[in-house]
Each structure stands twice: as structure tokens, then as C-alpha cells.
């Protein structure tokens, strides 16, 4: 790990101009994927920003009647919030799907929608990679691809995003509220936040310089049956091949969201449209112009049998799907 300053922000405004200002900062939370990246020398920050005292932990009802989650509220206080069991039960089954209990207490919302691709051309510092550096190629396209994405790929990336709570808060229509450098802030609907790769594929999102998740909002309670599931190569901590997250409603309609296949989590409202008619037209019309490779080809049908067992499970429970 190579040597870096470090200062503890005042205020989140202070914290992104701190950034924002000093050229190779990093924010630093949680710190579960940056300091991996970090030790490997994947990630080199000269200086990093501790945002933990800024008073970003707290989850609060909106006057909309959804919630208002703070961009530092742990995984594990997120998933055991009993409104957030209640109302919004597919976010809980996507966090507890997700890394381990000792990594789901210090991994932070914000933080969780910010992590890098578990790529491992991107983690090889000896292979080229387009998101790790810039124009170096990608080692992935004609090597071992069978984790990686078949969804908002092209010929620069072909990495997917790896978190499970994203794939849960795309189904949720949730929103990232962010403050720049200036002290302005806005709000950024989570189907807009992370990028594809079509160019700049070193670019995870459409994050500013210096500019720092404070929260993430959620709307009113969709009700419905929350379902979540995950295919992974094995039983717990690991990333997956593919996962949906779905609310289904009791007269079978309902919306999905897939993980595991793209540069950010795949929703597709035409998708939601054929939910009625089953998961083979849903996934259908979901995976249209999937680019696959020979390794990975096999998660365009594995996201048809993946949304056909969340679909049969939502019928167990009593909806209609």
C-alpha cells in the first residue's frame, strides 16, 4: 500500500471541496472495498477524506411517505430497519444476500452503490483493463468471461457491477441525493446513476469530481410480494452470476430488476410489461441485444429460469404472477 494524508471531514460540503481539491483524493467510509483495492495498488489514492462523523447514519420517513436513507447507515442497520422489513422487504433480502455479517457492519449505502467491479482483469494489475487504465485495452474480451456482463457492454468493457442492494433499489425507483464542492446539491434517480460502457468505461457513474453521496430516498411502499434471489457458484459470499429482485403484485403484475448481468443493474419497464405472460417473455424482452461471449452466454437463459422461480415463489406467497 503506498503512503497517503488523510484528514476527517467537517461537513459535506467541506468534505467534497476537500476532494474536489486535492488531486488523487478518495472519500473514504466503510473503507470494505477501498482498502482491498488500495493494498493491491489498484486503487492509489494520495489522500483520503473520512466522511464517518458527518452525521449521515440515520434513516428517516419522508413527508411523501417514503424513506430517507443516510448515505452512512450500515448495511445491517439498513436490512434490520423494521420499515425497511415492513414496506420494503426486497431491499432486506438483497443486503442479506450480500457479503458477510462482520462486512454488512461496516459497509455503508453510499459506499455500497460506489463499489468497483470484481473483474479479475481488473483486479490483475499485470493484465490491460480499460476501467483500471484507460486506453490499455480489455484482457477480459478474449479471455475468461464467464462472471462477466452481457448488458451495457461494447468493446472497451465487458464488466459488470457486483453489489445486490442496487438491484433492489433500481426495483424501488430510489433516488441518490448527492452535495458538489459548492455546496449544491441534487438528486440523481438510481436508473441514472451508474454508466454503461459504451465510452469511458473507467467511469462508474455519473458522480462529479468531489461530488458525495449524503443519502438515498425511497418512495412510498409499492406493497406487493418483495422476492429476491441470487445464483452464485456458491452458498454465501459471493458475487453473482445472476440475481433478480421483484415485486409482484396480487393481480400478477408487478417489476424486476437484474443483477449479475451488466454494467449496472437491468431493469427494463417493457420487461416489467410482459410479467403477465411469464418469464420466459419477460426475460425476453429484457435480455434483447445481449452481447455474450462463449463463456458467458449461459446467463441469458439463466435469467429466464431465475425470474421463473422468483415468479412461482411470488405465486406460493399469493400473488397472481
Same mark, same amino acid.
Given at each position: 500500500?503506498?503512503?497517503?494524508?488523510?484528514?476527517?471531514?467537517?461537513?459535506?460540503? $467541506?468534505?467534497?471541496?476537500?476532494?474536489?481539491?486535492?488531486?488523487?483524493?478518495?472519500?473514504?467510509?466503510?473503507? =470494505?472495498?477501498?482498502?482491498?483495492?488500495?493494498?493491491?495498488?489498484?486503487?492509489?489514492?494520495?489522500?483520503?477524506?473520512?466522511?464517518?462523523?458527518?452525521?449521515?447514519?440515520?434513516?428517516?420517513?419522508?413527508?411523501?411517505?417514503?424513506?430517507?436513507?443516510?448515505?452512512?447507515?450500515?448495511?445491517?442497520?439498513?436490512?434490520?430497519?423494521?420499515?425497511?422489513?415492513?414496506?420494503?422487504?426486497?431491499?432486506?433480502?438483497?443486503?442479506? /444476500?450480500?457479503?458477510?455479517?462482520?462486512?454488512r457492519n461496516k459497509a455503508t449505502t453510499g459506499g455500497n452503490l460506489l463499489q468497483r467491479t470484481r473483474c479479475p482483469y481488473f483486479y490483475d494489475t499485470n493484465q490491460p483493463c480499460n476501467k483500471r487504465s484507460p486506453d490499455s485495452g480489455c484482457g477480459?474480451?478474449?479471455?475468461?468471461?464467464?462472471?462477466?456482463?452481457?448488458?451495457? +457492454?461494447?468493446?472497451?468493457?465487458? $464488466?459488470?457491477?457486483?453489489?445486490?442492494?442496487? +438491484?433492489?433499489?433500481?426495483?424501488?425507483?430510489?433516488?441518490?441525493?448527492?452535495?458538489?464542492?459548492?455546496?449544491?446539491?441534487?438528486?440523481?434517480?438510481?436508473?441514472?446513476?451508474?454508466?454503461?460502457?459504451?465510452?469511458?468505461?473507467?467511469k462508474d457513474n455519473v458522480l462529479e469530481a468531489g461530488e458525495l453521496i449524503t443519502a438515498v430516498t425511497l418512495p412510498k411502499p409499492l406493497g406487493g410480494t418483495h422476492l429476491y434471489r441470487k445464483v452464485r457458484d456458491r452458498a454465501s459470499y459471493a458475487?453473482?452470476?445472476?440475481?433478480?429482485? !421483484? +415485486?409482484?403484485?396480487?393481480?400478477?403484475?408487478?417489476?424486476?430488476?437484474?443483477?449479475?448481468?451488466? !454494467?449496472?443493474?437491468?431493469?427494463?419497464?417493457? !420487461?416489467? /410489461?410482459?410479467?403477465?405472460?411469464?418469464?420466459? /417473455?419477460?426475460?425476453?424482452?429484457? =435480455?434483447?441485444?445481449?452481447?455474450?461471449?462463449?463463456?458467458?452466454?449461459?446467463?441469458?437463459?439463466? +435469467?429466464?429460469?431465475?425470474? $421463473?422461480?422468483?415468479?412461482?415463489? !411470488?405465486?406460493?406467497?399469493?400473488?397472481?404472477?
Amino acid at each position: 500500500m503506498r503512503a497517503f494524508t488523510y484528514e476527517r471531514a467537517s461537513s459535506p460540503a $467541506a468534505a467534497a471541496s476537500a476532494v474536489a481539491g486535492t488531486k488523487g483524493a478518495k472519500f473514504i467510509a466503510g473503507g =470494505t472495498n477501498l482498502i482491498d483495492l488500495m493494498k493491491i495498488e489498484v486503487e492509489v489514492p494520495t489522500h483520503l477524506v473520512d466522511v464517518n462523523g458527518l452525521g449521515l447514519d440515520e434513516i428517516s420517513e419522508t413527508e411523501e411517505g417514503g424513506l430517507r436513507i443516510g448515505a452512512l447507515v450500515s448495511n445491517t442497520a439498513l436490512a434490520a430497519d423494521q420499515r425497511v422489513r415492513r414496506d420494503y422487504g426486497v431491499l432486506t433480502r438483497a443486503i442479506v /444476500a450480500g457479503a458477510s455479517g462482520q462486512l454488512r457492519n461496516k459497509a455503508t449505502t453510499g459506499g455500497n452503490l460506489l463499489q468497483r467491479t470484481r473483474c479479475p482483469y481488473f483486479y490483475d494489475t499485470n493484465q490491460p483493463c480499460n476501467k483500471r487504465s484507460p486506453d490499455s485495452g480489455c484482457g477480459a474480451l478474449h479471455g475468461y468471461s464467464r462472471q462477466l456482463g452481457i448488458m451495457g +457492454v461494447s468493446d472497451q468493457c465487458i $464488466a459488470t457491477y457486483p453489489g445486490d442492494m442496487a +438491484v433492489a433499489m433500481r426495483v424501488l425507483d430510489a433516488v441518490v441525493e448527492t452535495v458538489k464542492p459548492d455546496g449544491m446539491t441534487r438528486a440523481i434517480p438510481i436508473a441514472d446513476f451508474h454508466r454503461t460502457w459504451e465510452s469511458a468505461p473507467e467511469k462508474d457513474n455519473v458522480l462529479e469530481a468531489g461530488e458525495l453521496i449524503t443519502a438515498v430516498t425511497l418512495p412510498k411502499p409499492l406493497g406487493g410480494t418483495h422476492l429476491y434471489r441470487k445464483v452464485r457458484d456458491r452458498a454465501s459470499y459471493a458475487f453473482a452470476l445472476v440475481s433478480v429482485a !421483484a +415485486v409482484i403484485q396480487p393481480d400478477g403484475t408487478g417489476r424486476f430488476a437484474v443483477g449479475g448481468i451488466g !454494467a449496472k443493474p437491468w431493469r427494463s419497464t417493457a !420487461a416489467d /410489461a410482459q410479467l403477465r405472460n411469464g418469464a420466459s /417473455a419477460a426475460a425476453q424482452v429484457l =435480455t434483447q441485444g445481449a452481447k455474450t461471449t462463449e463463456h458467458n452466454a449461459f446467463k441469458v437463459p439463466l +435469467v429466464e429460469r431465475t425470474l $421463473a422461480a422468483v415468479l412461482a415463489e !411470488a405465486r406460493s406467497k399469493g400473488a397472481a404472477a
